[in-house]
C-alpha cells in the first residue's frame, strides 16, 4: 500500500473514491430512517467539500493557486451557514429566523466562488476575449430576465415583509444571477474542457437549479422541508469537492492553444434562446391583446432571420479563415520540403487539407522529356512518361483552370491519370512567370465553389513556386557537387579514367601529369592499351567485355602494369565499373592507385619470410614446401626425390676463434660452394646455425645422390681464407630417398631421416655420408630412449656398484683392495652392461654426475669395510674415470672433497 502512495496512483483516482463515499453517504441521508434528514451528516457532507479542495490543492498544485484558496473560502462559508442553520433548531430548539446570521454567512459566499471563477477566467484567457465576453454577457441578461420576473421582483413587492427582510430575498437570487454570469464567462471561452471543468460547471448548475427552485417554493409557500432541495445542494458541495480532486484540475488555468471564438450552432442557438426571453415574456403577459402579440411574434421572426443571415456571413468567413490557414500552412510545408519529392508530397497533402481526404489527387510536370505524373494522393504512383494525346490534352489546359466531369475528360487522359468517372475533376495550370511548367488536378465528389477554386488557384501559384525553387535548388547543388566532384578529381592521388566500348579514353583526371608524366590531350582520344605491357592487354579486353547484358554495376579490381612516360614501369591496381548505361557517364570507370612501392615492400616481406638472412638461401619453411611438393610430383610421374642434410664439423671452433662475422662468411662461401655443386633442378637450403639441406629432385637412384654428396664434401674441403686465416671445412651428411612407386615417406619424413642419417655419419666418421636405413631410425629411436631411462635411472637409484677383490702380490707382503664396477639394473631391461650406457652417458654428458655419483658410493663403501675389517695396511679401492676433463669445479671434484677417506 504504500508503495502506491509513493508512486502516486492513488492521486488519479482519489476524486472517484470521494465521489463514491459522498454518494453513500447522500443515499443514506435520503432514505435510510435512522439517519434520514439528519444535520449532522449533510454538515459533514458540506464539510467535506472544502477540506477536498483543499487536499486537491495540496496534491495537485495548480498555478491558479489563489483562485481554488477562494473556493475554499466561499465552500467553508457555505458550511459554516448549513452549521449554523441545521443546528439552531437542535441547540435553542427554536426555528431559525428571517434573515438571520447564517443568512448573512450565505450571502458572502457568493463574493468568494465569484472571484475565484474570474481568476481562472483571467488565466484561461491572458490576451482577452471580447467576443466571449459579449456572449456571455448575453446569456447572462438573458437568463437573469428571468430570475428577475419570477424571483427579484416577486421578493421586492411582497407584502408583509420589512426592508431588511425583502432586501435578503433579493439578494439571493441576485448572487445567483452574478455566480450564473461567472459560469457562462468560464463555458463560453476557448480553455481546455478537462473532466473538471465539466465537474465544476455541474457544481455550479447545481446549485443555482435548486437556489431557483427553492426561492420559486417559498414565494408559493410550496416548501416543506423537502429532501430533494437538500439533494440539490449535496450535489453542490460534492461535484466541486470532486473538480478539485480530480488530476485535471491543474488544467483548468491553462490558456487556450486555439484563442479564436468559434461560433458554433450550439452556441448560435443559446444566443438566439436567451434574445428571444424577453419577447417570449412579453408574449406570454399579453396572451389576450393580438393586436400585441402580432407585433411581438414578427419582431421575433425578424430577428431570427438577422440571425440565421449573420450566422451565414460567419460561416462563410470561418470558411475563408480555414482556406486561409490551411493555405498558410501549405506554404509553411512547401517552404519547409526537403528536395522536389518533399514538395510533390506538401501539395499533394495540401490540396487533401482543403478539398478532404477522400481527393484524388495528381501533380503532372512539363519536362524535356516529356509530360510526367510525379505525385498522386493514392498507390498510383509516379509515371515517367504519359502518352502524346493525354500530354496534349493537358498541355492544352494549362492555358487557365479548367472544371468538368471527370466523365468529360478524355479516355486517355483518364486511364493514365487513374481518375474515377464519378466526381468532378478541377485542372489548375502550374506557371512561372507566364510560362507553364505542369497542371494539378483535384477530384472531389461535386463542383467546389468558387471562393474553393480561388483558394486552388492560390494554392498551384505557391506548388508552381515551390517546384520551380527545388529545381533550382537542386539545379544549384548539382552544379555545386559537380564542382566539388571536379576539384577532389583534379587533386586525387589515383587516376580516373573513362573509357568507350572500344577502349579510348574519353575522359582522364589532370593526376595522370602527376603520376604518369603525361599531359590530359595525349591520353584522350587514344586507346588505353598504349600504356600497357603485353602480357596485361587481354585483361583490358576482358574488362571492355563485361558480364552479359553490360549492365553490372559491381566494382572489380585488376592489377596491371603501366608505363611511365619516362619509360619505367609502374604496378597499379585497378578498380573498374561498367557505367556504360548510366547517362551521365556513358563508359567503363576505371580508378588506378599506383602499388609499386606496397608490390616491392610485399615481395621483400615474401622474400624475408622464405629465405636465410645470411646465405639468401631457402629456409626452412621453404625448403620443406618444396619438398612436399616433389614428393607429390613423384607419386604422379614416379620419380625419385632425395634430401640431403649437412652439418658443418666443428664449426663453433670458428666462431670461437675468428668472430661471428668471420662465421658467416664461412656460411656465405658454403652456400655458395653448395649451390655450385649441385644440379640446376635442386634447392639448396640454410636451417640455421651450420645446418644445411639439399633436395635432390628427379635423381635416378641412391648411387647419383651419392655421387652428389662426394661432390660436395670435396667442394667444401676446400681451403677457406677469411681476413688471412685460412679455414678447412668438413662436413657430415646424411641422405634419404623417397620412391615415388611405394609412397615410402612423406616430406618430413624425409627430412627427420636424412638428418638421422647425418647424425649417423657424425657419430661414426666426420667427413662422411650415409645413406639412410630403417634400422638406423630404430637405432636412433632407441638411443632416445635409452638416454631418458638413463636420466631417471639416476633419479630412481637404478644403479648399482659392485665391487671386484683385487689382490697384489708384493714379495712378502700382499696389498689387499677392491674395483668398483658399475652396473645399471634395469626394471625391464634387466642388467644392463656399461658397455651399453657408458658410451651413451659421455656423449649425453650424463658421465658427470654418474661418476661422483660412484665415487660417493665406493668412498662410503670403503669407509664401512675399514671399520668392519681393520688392518694395518688400509683397504683400496679403485674407481674407472671417464676420460672427460674434470675442472676444478667439476662435481666428481667437489665429491671427492666431500667424501670421508678409510
Known sequence: MSLSLRGGGWRANVWAWYLFGSVLLAAAYMFVPAVKGSGPLINLLGLSSPVAIAVG???????????????VVGQFLYFAGDLYTYSYPKLLGADVGFPSLGDGIYLTVYPALVAGLLLLVRRRNPGGDRAAVIDSWILTVGFALLSWVFLVAPNIHLSGLSLLAKSVSAAYPLGDILLLAAAIRLAVDAGKRAPAFYLLVGSIVSLLAVDSAYAYALLVNGY?????????????????GAAALHPSMRSLDQPAADARTRLT?????????????????RFMDELGNPD?????????????????RMAGLVRHEERRASHELALRRAGVALVAAAGSDGVRDAAVHAVRALLGEKTAVRLILFTPEGVELVASSDALGRRPALSAKAADWLRATSSGTLSLRVADAPEDVRAELGLDLDGTACFLPLAVRDEPRGVLAAVTGSRPQRELVHSLEALASQVSLAVEGAALAENLHRQKSEARFGSLVAHASDLITVLDADGIVTYQSPSVARILGYAVEEIEGQSFTRLLRDADRPRLDKVLEGPPGNSSLETRVVECTLRHRDGTWLQFEVQHTNLVQDEHVRGIVLNSRDVSERKAFEDQLAHQAFHDPVTDLANRALFADRVQHAVRRSLRGGAVVGVMFIDLDDFKTVNDSLGHAAGDSVLKEVARRLEEAVRPSDTVARFGGDEFAILLDGVRDSQEAAAVAGRVLQALEALIEIDGKHVYTRSSIGICMGDGDTNTYDAEELLRNADVAMYMAKRDSKGSYRLFEPTMHERVVERLELQAELQQAIELEQLEVYYQPVVRLNGEYANYGVEALLRWNHPQRGLVPPLHFIPLAEETGLIIPIGAWVLREACRQGAILHRRFPRPDALTISVNLSAKPHTAGSPLRRSSSRSPRP
Not at 416543506?224 to 466541486?240: M, P, T
Not at 450552432?265 to 434574445?275: F, K, N, Q, T, Y
Request: aromatic content about 12%; charged content about 10%.
Open 57 to 71: 490543492l495540496r496534491i495537485h498544485k495548480p498555478r491558479a493557486r489563489a483562485a481554488w484558496m477562494l473556493f
Open 265 to 281: 450552432p450550439l452556441r448560435l442557438s443559446l444566443l438566439a434562446l436567451a434574445c428571444l426571453i424577453a419577447p417570449g415574456i
Open 224 to 240: 416543506h422541508h423537502q429532501l430533494s432541495f437538500d439533494a440539490g445542494w449535496i450535489a453542490y458541495y460534492v461535484l466541486w
Open 292 to 308: 400585441v402579440l402580432v407585433v411581438i411574434v414578427a419582431s421575433a421572426l425578424l430577428f431570427l432571420l438577422v440571425v440565421s
